[in-house]
């Protein structure tokens, strides 16, 4: 997949490109999205979709997301800092840099990628994403 052209995303998932951030595009807030979406700028915020959607998310090398990440597909090159939520597979390229935790399905790592954080193997992602939201509000605060 990282090996074919360069810069531009692999659609061999059989999900279109249906949006694209440019390279000197930034976007301060979060991303919905359904299909495709595509990151060569800068995202501030989250990036989601509907858990049942059969998504994909693409950043090329020079993409950078601030914050989580919860996408049922994930094709990595660039930068996230925040936890990823793969819902069912992440492939990380060479050049991809993660500060923060890696919930997957299923993981593919190039030589050269970073993760700075944990690699979480859950075959019920989804629903391990729920709970441990769901944990951390009912935690009572301690005084």
Do not use: C
Request: glycine share 12%; charged share 20%; no cysteine.
């Amino acid at each position: 997949m990282w090996g074919k052209n360069k810069g531009s995303p692999d659609v061999s998932s059989g999900t279109e490109v249906d949006t694209l951030i440019g390279e000197h595009t930034k976007v301060e807030g979060n991303i919905i999205f359904n299909g495709g979406l595509h990151v060569d700028g800068h995202v501030q915020g989250n990036v989601m979709t509907k858990p049942a959607a059969d998504s994909v998310l693409s950043l090329s090398e020079v993409g950078v997301i601030e914050g989580e990440v919860h996408v049922a597909n994930v094709m990595l090159n660039g930068t996230i800092t925040g936890d990823v939520h793969a819902l069912q597979k992440i492939e990380l390229g060479p050049k991809a840099r993660v500060t923060g935790n890696v919930y997957y399905k299923l993981i593919e790592m190039a030589m050269g990628a970073e993760v700075n954080g944990n690699l979480v193997h859950n075959a019920e992602a989804k629903n391990q994403v729920v709970s441990l939201k769901e944990e951390k509000k009912s935690k009572p605060k301690s005084a």
